[in-house]
């Protein structure tokens, strides 16, 4: 698949810090006005407060005023690939959740809606 999203998210996995997984994740989302943010997983001893590439990818893309995204791409080493974990599905719906999530492994693509991932996903809406 050669596709700038894919290459950005690689790049991304290369600067993983995965030392108690091993398991290297990158991810790039892009933004409505086009603009791209990679993030990578960062893992911590106290493994609760590690964080997911798609999460870091969010919050370096918010920070930056990016508020709607139209495409995340998650690039890992396993076959299947693996989509986003429910913490990540769940913020990616609070800002995203028509977006198209290609997981892209070795052998294998996959690609999904985030609210195919996450139908049910808590919303705004449901704040008192």
């Known amino acids: 698949?050669?596709?700038?999203?894919?290459?950005?998210?690689?790049e991304a996995q290369g600067r993983a810090y995965a030392p108690y997984s091993n398991y290297?994740?990158?991810?790039a989302l892009e933004a409505a006005d086009g603009r791209v943010f990679t993030g990578c997983n960062v893992e911590n001893?106290?493994?609760?407060?590690?964080?997911?590439?798609?999460?870091?990818a969010l919050g370096t893309a918010v920070a930056a005023g990016a508020r709607d995204f139209t495409r995340v791409v998650v690039v890992t080493r396993?076959?299947?690939?693996?989509?986003?974990?429910?913490a990540c599905r769940q913020v990616l719906a609070e800002f995203a959740p028509d977006a198209v999530v290609t997981s892209v492994?070795?052998?294998?693509?996959l690609e999904w809606?985030?609210?195919d991932l996450l139908p049910?996903?808590?919303?705004?809406?449901?704040?008192p």
């Open 45 to 56: 001893a106290s493994h609760g407060l590690a964080m997911c590439a798609e999460r870091v």
């Open 78 to 86: 396993s076959d299947p690939p693996a989509s986003p974990c429910g």
């Open 113 to 115: 809606t985030v609210r």
């Open 24 to 27: 290297p994740v990158g991810a």
């Open 1 to 10: 698949m050669a596709d700038s999203l894919v290459e950005a998210a690689r």
């Open 105 to 109: 492994g070795p052998g294998q693509t």
């Open 120 to 127: 049910a996903a808590f919303s705004r809406s449901q704040l």
